[in-house]
DNA sequence: CGAGGCACGTGT
DNA sequence: CACGTGCCTCGC
């Protein structure tokens, strides 16, 4: 055993695969599968990630890894596996399955120095000494920067200096120094009676550290604890009485909460007999994927929370995955309160090092339960127990960059290989999901009431082309301004929400039609009031804001597409006495920021909660009884298959927002298109109705549940050679696929052009292709040569959720 | 991805 | 024919 088979951190196509190298003496049998390593590669040394271990070597010379980056493996066997499959599912390079399993911390940090070989400092040329000044390494940006590169070049060559890379991980554990006694108790009593009379801060802090329980504190806490400073710690350290200890200690993001202990509450008939089979399932150590489908407000999370306890009381593990945007302090709050310090949690809020932090108290088993975002799907566990996916049907459980992974297909490959039960959660099920559990493939299990006896809320849905004909041009409608003022008097809470995705605010000429557009993208320009600026949001263009139109000279410019800030300004105008909180990304950038809106709006020093999707989720106060939407169509004409279930479901999740306690609920749904089945479905919440009718939609436009998709996107800065490559690809996949299988293209993306590059794409719709994997790989390697040779990108996405 | 090699071009 | 610029190939 002296070979390790190594994963280069280097991703591309040629180097996706294994490379080998011999352990050297020292390491030998301390090298294992799933541990990082330095190993040189080619003149450099990267990152690499140990496959295996062997005997021999089809290789000619094998080079000795430098050597390893951690004491223990940080993925276990389960997680090498599964990033095989991760590899084949989305065709992407291994490292890159690899590197996503891990938290960013972990990531290789790569630095070129140049080193001077101390011996020929006096031989240097003297502007390279310069350099070496009080030195002895310089970095090579450094150098570069100088100007000096080819002057540095020549004395490498000659000998007098060295060029060293070093791969260091990113992540710093972080440590604090803690002082305990040097001497026994006894010893220090001695010390008390000998010091001077004047030398009271000494004493005193000796005597904390006699009457301390467990020694073992920050110089800050002895400090604070006898009155003294950390120069008295300090003397006393150098007097060899107290000595110091570097320790390794965990980022706590929750150190200034307490969680209030909960214990399981009983559980409704409909909660038991949904619980019932999942227990089931964990007692006989099956695997099973569970739909639960329940209204908002039917309390999915007790029945989380209770399976989570028999996995727990059996010793196993749990995942828990929650989309992003409802991984609010709320939902952490249950999980913290039921399961306490067992518990970890990963989500982007997070700093890099905190995430690191969390990830260790995984991988050293002090947890058994975490709660987090998409890639917590990969939580370094060896005895799963349970994964549960909340709010199943969430476009954010889909990874847009490589490896586009959806996380619900992970959690139940990850699910097979422990034999536990998946509970994928909703209210509003996705469609493949739903379609899944009417099959007989997911076991469905229904909650249809609410708890605490709440009703669902009634909603009203107005039709703003009849407000504007009746001459109401503000962006209220007269019913739901109506009900706020209503709510403001009785002093309860309204939720207003206005769905931004799709229009974002533009400006527009109102004389010629004139907006303004990316220079090198096929997109308009969004305003930025912050800023006062143009920027694209795709390639990151910047401009100012246009006084009079480019086009025509007129100075009738008008911004578009209601912000959250307009819609701010409006309130404070129509309702001047209102007390308003706004959430959009610009009130919650800030740490801490959204956590700290919510409990405000909790506590209710606010009347109305104004904001984006990030409200629609897991909102849960007893005081909120009106909702409104200010335009419920917005994402309706997106051009995306999934734009009506998109707006349903949202619509639903923002509907159940109000009177989920004892206080009825209303909602107000503005909209241009009060005919949409996905608006007028959402107005009744009648999902199964929703469901049919989409599904006829989905069988006649052929796509899934129904079909398959995967989709190729071709893009180069010249549209004749994406052109020609697309039709290329497009007539490869038809003389390779199936004739029951639909490839639609080449067509213009619906984002044509970004920075530059034009871009065409290729949709494949099929039911069964065992073949495509392969086809599509080979597409791939193809491109690879291309690349190279004409700078064309292609990219491929199996499943896709974003059709941009 | 990033280095070193090599096939060219320019300038002498 | 020395040296610079850009492309291609290779990496255990």
Known sequence: MKIASVTVDVPTMQTDRAFDYSIPEPWQGKILPGMRVIVPFGPRKVQGFVMGIKETSEAKKLKNLVQPMDLTPVLNEDLLHMADWLTEQTLCFKISALQVMLPAAMKAKYEKKIILNPAKREVLAEEAAALFINKEEVSWKEAEEAGLLPLLQKEIKAGHLDVFYSVKSKGRKKTVQKFYRAVSKEKLQEEIESLPANADKQKAVLQFFISAENDGVTSKEAADAAGASSATIKALADKGLLMKKQEEIYRNPFAHKNFKKTSPLPLTEEQEKAITPILKTIEEKKHETFLLYGVTGSGKTEVYLQSIQEVYEQGKEAIVLVPEISLTPQMVDRFKGRFGNDVAVLHSGLSAGEKYDEWRKIQRKEVKVVVGARSAIFAP?????????????????????????????????RAKQYNCPVILGSATPSLETFARAQKGVFKLLTLSKRMNSGRLPSVSIVDMREELRGGNRSMFSEELFEKLQDRLQKGEQTVLFLNRR????????RDCGYVAQCPQCDISLTYHRFS???????????????QTCPECDSEHIRYFGT???????ELAKLLPEA??????VDTTSRKGAHERLLESFGEGHADILLGTQMIAKGLDFPNITLVGVLSADTMLHLPDFRSAEKTFQLLTQVSGRAGRHKLPGEVVIQTYTP?????????????????????????????????????I???????????????????????????????????????????????????????????????????????????ASEGLTISIDVNPYMMM
């Open 579 to 584: 007390r308003v909180i706004r959430m959009d």
């Open 563 to 569: 912000g959250t800030q307009k819609v701010e300004e």
């Open 675 to 711: 005919e949409h089945y996905s608006i007028e479905l959402a107005g009744t919440q009648n999902y199964d109705t929703f469901y049919q009718k989409e599904m006829m939609m989905r069988k006649m436009g052929s796509y899934p549940p129904f079909y398959y998709l995967s989709l």
């Open 713 to 787: 996107t071709i893009s180069h800065e010249d549209l004749l050679k994406v052109v020609g490559a697309a039709e290329k690809i497009t007539k490869f996949l038809q003389a390779k696929l199936s004739p029951q299988s639909i490839v639609l293209g080449p067509a213009a993306s619906p984002i044509p052009r970004i920075n530059n590059r034009y871009r065409y794409q290729c949709l494949i719709k099929y039911k069964r292709e065992p073949e495509l994997p392969s086809i599509l790989k080979t597409i791939l390697e193809h491109s690879q040569q291309q690349k």
């Open 532 to 546: 006062n600026s143009m920027k694209c949001h795709y390639c990151g263009y910047e401009t100012g804001v246009p």
């Open 502 to 509: 799709g229009h974002s605010s533009f400006i527009m000429c």
């Open 381 to 413: 566990f060896e005895n799963l127990g349970i994964i549960i996916i909340d709010e199943e049907h969430e476009t954010s459980y889909k990874q847009e960059e490589n490896p586009r992974y959806h996380a619900r297909d992970a959690a139940i490959y």
